[in-house]
């Protein structure tokens, strides 16, 4: 099909300024005319282009909104800020709408958010001090994961109660690793929802700072789970902290601790105050597809155009 933009189109007319004013309600009866005559797949490609024109792709070395962090992207990925990755989590991907803001979104560049089968990285940052990384060889995490998932069936009948679906945390998709010389931690989970055939994948990195720790985020599906561990390590490496929130320059006399360490932060804490299951749910959503699989293969006409 080759690159093509879908755009209402409208008769273009060469117009002398002397009839321009006589001729304008012609040509607004003529785009109204034309807009009517888009079938619904035509109008919401259409959207799609024009939402994908606008937005701007960033690569290389990138200052993250507040100057706390910065990401190196290389040209396999491309960078989208905050105000456009929340077009993509709420418009294209079907989101509650949110205040918050995050850090921006990563993205494959052979993929457009558009793609039936593409997975993003959002990004985010919290300040909750800085956490000591002194019992990372002292964790169990077999029993981590007892306790997490005995929460998430307490919470799981909470959501029930509230008329929400059931969720079970099934397991670990990737177990946690810790790398301690660049303090960075990844994990993955299982999660299943009550109704889904499939199952939701919640792939996770930290990276630790001095005054907090940096949120990352994969947004895909279990079936994409050997595509994120092949990119794993090219995202692990695009994160770090601006001089000054480094992990390395804690002050213990000006700086303070976070009451947890690396359990905890496996456990879910830093997410406690946006909420796990809310986290969980941009996940799930971004598979319960809004538009028909059959056009799917259209979007790849306009992909990193």
């Given at each position: 099909m080759g690159i093509t933009r879908i755009f209402v189109l409208f008769a273009v007319l060469a117009v002398s300024p002397v009839k321009s004013a006589i001729a304008q309600p012609l040509v607004e009866d003529t785009e109204v005319s034309a807009a009517a005559e888009m079938t619904d797949e035509e109008r919401y490609l259409a959207w799609a282009q024009q939402t994908w024109d606008g937005m701007e792709r960033k690569g290389g070395v990138i200052d993250l909104p507040g100057s706390v962090a910065s990401i190196d992207v290389p040209e396999d990925f491309y960078y989208l800020a905050p105000e456009d990755t929340k077009i993509v989590l709420e418009q294209i991907w079907g989101n509650p709408e949110s205040e918050h803001l995050t850090l921006g979104m990563l993205f494959p560049a052979h993929t457009t958010p558009f793609d039936p089968d593409s997975w993003g990285v959002t990004i985010d940052y919290s300040e909750e001090g800085y956490i000591r990384d002194d019992d990372a060889s002292e964790i169990d995490y077999g029993d981590l994961l007892q306790d997490m998932q005995a929460s998430t069936r307490e919470e799981s009948r909470q959501r029930e109660e509230m008329g929400y679906e059931a969720i079970e945390l099934v397991g670990w998709a990737e177990a946690p690793f810790y790398d301690a010389e660049e303090k960075k931690l990844y994990w993955a989970q299982e999660i299943a929802f009550g109704g889904m055939d499939t199952n939701?994948?919640?792939?996770?990195?930290?990276?630790?700072?001095?005054?907090?720790?940096?949120?990352?985020?994969?947004?895909?599906?279990?079936?994409?789970?050997?595509?994120?561990?092949?990119?794993?390590?090219?995202?692990?490496?695009?994160?770090?902290?601006?001089?000054?929130?480094?992990?390395?320059?804690?002050?213990?006399?000006v700086d303070t601790v976070a009451a947890y360490g690396l359990g905890g932060l496996v456990a879910g804490k830093v997410l406690a105050k946006t909420g796990f299951f809310a986290a969980a749910l941009v996940l799930l959503k971004k598979f319960w597809v809004l538009i028909p699989l059959a056009i799917g293969g259209l979007f790849r006409a306009f992909r990193r155009k």
């Open positions: 939701t994948l919640n792939y996770n990195i930290r990276v630790l700072g001095r005054k907090g720790v940096l949120v990352l985020n994969f947004i895909a599906g279990m079936s994409q789970l050997e595509e994120i561990n092949q990119n794993r390590e090219a995202v692990l490496s695009m994160a770090s902290f601006n001089p000054g929130y480094r992990y390395d320059e804690f002050d213990p006399d």
